[in-house]
């Protein structure tokens, strides 16, 4: 059982399939078409529930206990945060020299396990989160030293919107993160079409954020020569792409 915008519910519907295991996962009603095919393309039911996490993550959990199926959390736990970090482990043993990381943040798992392995393999590189301005809910958090919710969170990066973060996830940034950046949606859209022209990557909106960080020179001048940018998320909507190219 799991609760995602798409990406999480495509890793554990494939992971389902695998194991032989049946699987459900529960999406927003306005989620992108080309996730919930893959979802389902990959043997899971969908259900459509909803428009933040929140309400998607109360209807999965309840379905779990109905069922007696296992929840897949997307982001506050431990097993996924140290899977995630894995790509972190990949950037140390891939490269032997850079300044600094920038990691899109939804709930916050991905920068945390990222986070974790930087500074136990390079402790001298910095790590950065960028968020949607419209959903800039663990900078928020970091402000504060508590989880903070934002009301009706919403941007153009459907992967980077849930109300509020984990209170694992906002510990790990605490003690690994050097800062966030906040991008807005039209700054998201120019650095997924540069990708698509200079780099010939494909990327879904979630995934332009931490290019779009290097658009603004007042902010990224902190960042050093060497600057890793985590373009993950490649499902994007077509009907998107085709706005974006015409």
Do not use: W
């Not at 790509?87 to 990222?114: H, K, N, R, T, Y």
Request: contains cysteine; proline residues 5%; glycine residues 10%.
């Amino acid at each position: 059982m799991a609760a995602s915008s798409g990406n999480h519910g495509i890793a554990v519907a494939y992971s389902s399939r695998l194991l032989g295991k049946q699987c459900t996962v529960v999406v927003p009603e306005a989620a992108v078409k080309e996730k919930v095919d893959v979802i389902q393309e990959y043997g899971a039911e969908v259900v459509k529930f909803g428009k933040y996490h929140s309400d998607r993550e109360e209807k999965a959990r309840e379905i779990a206990t109905e069922t007696g199926a296992t929840f897949v959390p997307p982001f506050n736990d431990h097993d996924i945060i140290a899977g995630q970090g894995t790509c972190g482990l990949e950037i140390a043993q891939q490269l032997d020299d850079f300044d600094s990381v920038i990691v899109p943040v939804g709930g916050g798992g991905l920068i945390s396990g990222i986070s974790i392995a930087i500074k136990s393999l390079r402790p001298s590189a910095r790590v950065y989160g960028v968020e949607p301005a419209g959903a800039a809910k663990m900078q928020a958090s970091l402000s504060a030293g508590r989880i903070v919710a934002v009301k009706e969170p919403k941007s153009i990066a459907d992967g980077l919107i849930p109300a509020s973060v984990g209170e694992l996830t906002l510990e790990a940034c605490q003690k690994n993160v050097e800062g966030m950046f906040s991008v807005t949606d039209d700054e998201i859209l120019a650095a997924m079409k540069l990708l698509m022209q200079e780099a010939h990557i494909f990327p879904e909106p979630s995934g332009s954020a931490p290019l779009a960080v290097l658009s603004k020179p007042e902010e990224s001048s902190r960042l050093g020569d060497r600057v890793v940018l985590l373009i993950s998320g490649g499902n994007v909507s077509l009907s998107l792409l085709n706005r974006l190219l015409s």
